[in-house]
């Protein structure tokens, strides 16, 4: 996999680091937050999916029976949503035009 880079997580206070495969548009990133201490079984964080509309695709999947995790925040350079529960979220993002 390709190294692409790492930066701060303004609202946990860790990092990430993104990579992808030479042949996909994918990106897999990496996060570590401070203080964290894993167990068996906490190895997958969250997935994430880019959509046209976070805000939406956050309500309609809670009106589904999904739980929110984190509400809805509009960040500089994109808005993201997560719901999920037992420690295992889908983490929804769209980018700010």
Same mark, same amino acid.
């Given at each position: 996999?390709?190294?692409?880079?790492?930066?701060?997580?303004?609202?946990?206070?860790?990092?990430?680091?993104?990579?992808?495969?030479?042949?996909?548009?994918?990106?897999?990133?990496?996060?570590?937050?401070?203080?964290?201490?894993? &167990?068996?079984?906490?190895?997958?964080?969250?997935?994430?999916? =880019?959509?046209?509309?976070? %805000?939406?695709?956050? /309500? *309609?999947?809670?009106?589904?029976?999904?739980?929110?995790?984190?509400?809805?925040?509009? &960040?500089?350079?994109?808005?993201?949503?997560?719901?999920?529960? =037992?420690?295992?979220?889908? %983490?929804?993002?769209? /980018? *700010?035009?």
């Amino acid at each position: 996999m390709e190294y692409l880079g790492r930066h701060p997580i303004e609202s946990t206070g860790g990092e990430v680091a993104a990579f992808r495969s030479k042949s996909s548009e994918h990106v897999l990133e990496m996060n570590w937050y401070p203080g964290s201490k894993y &167990r068996g079984g906490s190895e997958l964080d969250h997935l994430a999916f =880019e959509c046209d509309d976070a %805000e939406q695709e956050v /309500a *309609r999947l809670v009106k589904a029976g999904a739980k929110v995790a984190r509400p809805v925040e509009v &960040r500089p350079t994109y808005i993201v949503g997560f719901v999920g529960s =037992e420690g295992i979220c889908l %983490e929804l993002f769209q /980018a *700010r035009k």
